[in-house]
């Protein structure tokens, strides 16, 4: 497979036609085209980071297939639309790309990314129920029954944190709507269910990384007449496309679906991977919770060693802090009431005005 994997988007409106011309533009200038579409190498460095954690960048790329059909199944156990899994699929392995699945748990990153990926594609999944999942579900997260340890505001600020990694880029361009457009072009609907879950499939590959969508749906739309013993060259001819990189594409899916044959039959090789990612975790939450504890020891120590002075000085200093607190409420207090007031007063003088125009101009209409 060639290695070079870069694309030029002063192609990309020769592969649409018609109205798809103007999305084609779209997504040349999109931040999706100018900053998220990489070089094969600099996504295979990514795997490299955590190889000395795991053993090798196989086993690191094996824990991301697990963690995408985790993001996979929770959106379809939370009911949320395809296209909000695949951007939350997609913002996965991106932020992955500058980060370590010792720095960042990837169950948590995971659903959050789903929470953010909603958000973006306007069809939100709730943290609350997320949160009703992995309680009602203590098998969901893994094979041990290890139960949710995060609180919402662990939620919250990795959900900062992602948006930051992801450099706020949540304009998402996807292969389902060429996919539709040439699908109709070629009269070859029928052929929509195979390649649509070819198109699900590439997102468990690096694919989305390093190729523009249309070129996807393509390759979808190539393999798919494959599968079903249709003639798809004279179509390929009449549309203008790198054919060696849809080539490269349909090469990775067939790794992806090798790969899968192979570990299907034996899923227990994933578990000493996760294994590691648990005890990490667990080890992390174990020193804060000690940390936490010794914390609060210290204090109650210094606390009872007190002399009687300091204990005085100190319960005088919380009592000056308690009636600054009283203060600042009473003022905010008296400031919402003044509001009220004035919103009072404001909506009397409109009253009496439209009731005087009423009477000059019996033609007056308030709205």
């Not at 290890?146 to 998402?172: K, S």
């Not at 203008?240 to 299907?264: A, F, G, K, W």
């Not at 648990?278 to 109650?300: G, K, M, P, R």
Request: contains cysteine; proline residues 4%.
């Amino acid at each position: 497979v060639s290695t070079q994997s870069t694309w030029d988007s002063s192609s990309c409106s020769q592969c649409f036609v018609d109205d798809n011309v103007v999305m084609a533009a779209n997504f040349a200038n999109s931040s999706h085209c100018q900053r998220w579409l990489l070089k094969r190498s600099r996504v295979s460095d990514s795997y490299k980071r955590d190889a000395h954690h795991f053993g090798s960048a196989t086993d690191v790329y094996a824990l991301h297939l697990h963690f995408i059909e985790f993001i996979g199944k929770l959106g379809r156990r939370l009911k949320a639309r395809q296209r909000v899994i695949a951007t939350a699929q997609l913002f996965f392995k991106r932020f992955y790309l500058d980060n370590s699945f010792f720095e960042w748990d990837p169950r948590l990153v995971s659903a959050c990314l789903l929470i953010v990926a909603g958000k973006a594609e306007e069809n939100p999944v709730s943290a609350k129920s997320l949160k009703a999942l992995f309680k009602n579900n203590p098998g969901f997260l893994n094979e041990n029954g290890i139960r949710w340890p995060y609180r919402d505001d662990d939620l919250f600020e990795c959900e900062y944190w992602c948006l930051y990694y992801l450099r706020f880029d949540l304009c998402v361009y996807h292969p389902y709507r060429p996919l539709l457009k040439y699908l109709s072009d070629l009269g070859a609907s029928d052929l929509t269910q195979t390649a649509w879950e070819i198109v699900n499939d590439s997102y468990r590959t690096d694919i989305c990384l390093i190729y523009p969508p249309y070129l996807v749906a393509v390759t979808a739309i190539y393999m798919a007449c494959s599968i079903h013993e249709r003639d798809a060259k004279p179509w390929l001819h009449q549309i203008n496309i790198p054919q060696d990189q849809m080539y490269e594409i349909v090469h990775d899916l067939l790794s992806c679906y090798d790969y899968y044959s192979t570990h299907r039959a034996n899923p227990t090789l994933i578990y000493p991977l996760l294994a590691k990612i648990d005890s990490h975790y667990s080890e992390s939450c174990s020193s804060s919770a000690s940390t936490a504890a010794s914390a609060n020891a210290a204090s109650a120590l210094a606390e009872a060693q007190m002399t009687p002075a300091q204990r005085q000085i100190q319960n005088q200093i919380h009592q000056q802090e308690q009636k600054v607190l009283q203060r600042e409420q009473q003022q905010l207090g008296r400031e919402s009431l003044l509001e009220q007031y004035q919103q009072s007063e404001r909506a009397k003088n409109k009253y009496s005005y439209q009731q005087t125009q009423f009477f000059l101009n019996p033609g007056y209409d308030p709205n």
